[in-house]
Antibody
Framework: QVQLMQSGAEVKKPGASVKVSCKAS????????IHWLRQAPGQGPEWMGI????????SYAEKFQGRVTMTRDTSTSTVYMELSSLRSDDTAVYYC??????????WGQGTLVTVSS | AIQLTQSPSSLSASVGDRVTITCRAS??????LAWYQQKPGRAPKLLIY???NLESGVPSRFSGSGSGTDFTLTISSLQPEDFSTYYC?????????FGGGTKVEIK
């Protein structure tokens, strides 16, 4: 069965970076784009960007340009999202999700990133 | 960016009620709209794609309709497990965007 398994919760200080992983299983990794989204407490999901696991090409939301980097490792079927220069308002649950072309059909379980001094 | 406005932001209903949630897009998006259900502490779950297509495994009491700028999600007979927050999301153009959510609570 399709699964996206994310890395565990992180606590970071303002100004630091965080790298979250998302390991895919149950399907051919290179056939589906992967998106990263985040959800702040009490808010709706916010789209951050997309990566093509086949070629590694990426596209980021303008809001995160210059601070986010998405990469992949085809040998382990894993995608990564790194966010730098963290601020307190980056505190959120971060999700990876598989692109069906029409929707996100599978989501990771979420990774809580807390930014606090 | 395309803005999605959901209404109402919350509602109270009883088991067995028919519930309708609306989503209005700031510009036409054809049928590039999906609906998700989210329970506390869980990832969103896909219910409807392409505005009206039911995702496999989703109960038939859920249905979606609309095109262009106006969309609806209907639950024909609310069940206890349906008390959740619902989000619409557009897949027409980047950046992908979500509505503000509708929380369905027990009356």
């Amino acid at each position: 069965q399709v699964q996206l398994m994310q890395s565990g919760a992180e606590v970071k200080k303002p100004g630091a970076s965080v790298k979250v992983s998302c390991k895919a299983s149950g399907y051919t990794f290179t056939r589906y784009y992967i998106h990263w989204l985040r959800q702040a407490p009490g808010q709706g999901p916010e789209w951050m960007g997309i990566i093509n696991p086949s070629g590694g090409t990426t596209s980021y939301a303008e809001k995160f340009q210059g601070r986010v980097t998405m990469t992949r490792d085809t040998s382990t079927s894993t995608v990564y999202m790194e966010l730098s220069s963290l601020r307190s308002d980056d505190t959120a649950v971060y999700y990876c999700a598989r692109d069906l072309g029409t929707s996100f059909d599978y989501w990771g379980q979420g990774t809580l990133v807390t930014v606090s001094s | 960016a395309i803005q999605l406005t959901q209404s109402p932001s919350s509602l109270s209903a009883s088991v067995g009620d028919r519930v309708t949630i609306t989503c209005r897009a700031s510009q036409a998006i054809a049928i590039s709209l999906a609906w998700y259900q989210q329970k506390p502490g869980r990832a969103p779950k896909l219910l409807i794609y392409h505005a009206s297509n039911l995702e496999s495994g989703v109960p038939s009491r859920f249905s979606g309709s609309g095109s262009g700028t106006d969309f609806t999600l209907t639950i024909s007979s609310l069940q206890p497990e349906d008390f959740s927050t619902y989000y619409c999301q557009q897949f027409n153009s980047y950046p992908l965007t979500f509505g503000g959510g509708t929380k369905v609570e027990i009356k």
